[in-house]
């Protein structure tokens, strides 16, 4: 079950109660000053002290997060990690209720934003509001009062001791060949409003027939991309075939035995954050999105592992053949696709 957490963020002076860097005592001015919020809005943050997240960014990003932006602003953030999908349910659940937990939200489904924007579930972008804005020059940064924190092509992984050399996929239609019979895993693709994405750029590049023929071959079911890739690095499946080296690197970090393939074409998914229209710490919440904008919050966010829309602030660059997936795929089209991979709904 997915838990509120707080994490201590390590600093050079005394921490406060919640482990996070308090500010006058060690902690940094916050990002470059020609990009920061107004000091109006820095001290009413300071003041609320606190900011909550709901993500689906791996613990190994926030972790980080957590730890860059409580020195450089000693405020304390605590956050809940979940899937995308339980994620959007349970903001939107508790602010139905009229009991508000989260600030701020951050999830990979750009149509769970479009829906909520006729219902002024979010606060809107501005300039004026968030001055980092000003450094984007790509109109994608920024869709339905969200911001495109990262971006995160598909990978094909695959566990080097379950699958010799010389079977090891060389592109996406391998993977429908019957060699891998009972080695393949897959998410449940009903489970996340990314997945039909997924589903119809496979449709488009391979083909319907390439659908069934993967579905055939009876794929393992995983619930999202987590416990995949963990069945995968215990090789208890041999090929997982939408992976991302944002959730491949603590595994490898760990001598998993697997290896990667970047396919051409491949596609993949973008993490957007939006904050709370009844947010109970909007200040904090203002300064943290600012923050998640600069080039600063970008670096700490997407390392190595994803890709930034912010020329430079990312160590890794969109692959070629990158399929920029759309925000959402019709329902009947949706249903079509998920008759051609067995799920009956």
């Known amino acids: 079950m997915a838990a509120l957490i707080s994490l201590s963020a390590c600093s050079s002076g005394n921490p406060t109660e919640s482990g996070s860097a308090a500010p006058g005592d060690g902690a940094s001015t916050g990002i470059n000053p020609g990009i920061e919020v107004s000091q109006e809005v820095l001290d009413a943050a300071s003041a609320e002290g606190t900011v909550v997240v709901y993500t689906a960014l791996p613990d190994e990003v926030m972790g980080r997060v957590v730890q860059d932006f409580g020195q450089r602003y000693g405020i304390s953030l605590s956050y809940l990690r979940a899937p995308s999908g339980t994620v959007a349910q349970r903001f939107l659940s508790e602010n139905s209720a009229g009991a508000p937990v989260a600030d701020v939200v951050s999830v990979a489904e750009e149509s769970f934003f479009q829906t909520e ?5 979010f606060a809107e972008l501005s300039e004026e509001a968030f001055p980092a804005m000003a450094q984007y020059e790509d109109d994608d940064a920024f869709i339905f009062n969200a911001f495109r924190v990262s971006t995160n092509p598909y990978l094909i992984a695959w566990n080097t001791d379950v699958i010799p050399a010389e079977d090891a996929p060389t592109s996406y239609e391998d993977l429908a060949d019957a060699r891998f019979e009972g080695q393949l895993g ?14 119809d750029f496979f449709s488009n590049e391979f083909g319907d027939e390439w659908l069934s023929d993967f579905t055939a071959l009876n794929p393992r079911s995983f619930d999202s991309v987590v416990p995949g890739l963990q069945a995968l690095g215990a090789g208890e499946i041999g090929v997982y075939p939408i992976a991302t080296t944002t959730y491949l690197q603590p595994l490898l970090d ?16 973008s993490e957007n954050i939006a904050i709370s229209s009844t947010a109970p710490h909007p200040n904090a919440a203002a300064v943290f999105l600012n923050y998640i904008m600069s080039e600063e919050g970008q670096r700490v966010v997407n390392g190595s592992t994803s890709v930034s829309l912010l020329p430079g602030a990312s160590e890794v660059e969109l692959p070629e053949g990158y399929v920029t997936p759309p ?18 709904r």
């Open 186 to 199: 897959a998410p449940r693709w009903d489970a996340s409003l990314s997945y039909p994405r997924v589903l």
């Open 327 to 344: 925000v959402s795929v019709d329902p009947e089209r949706t249903a079509e696709l998920y008759s051609l991979v067995g799920v009956d």
């Open 254 to 269: 760990q001598g998993a035995p697997i290896g990667t393939l970047m396919p051409n074409p491949t596609t993949g998914y």
């Open 117 to 121: 924007l006729e219902n002024g579930t």
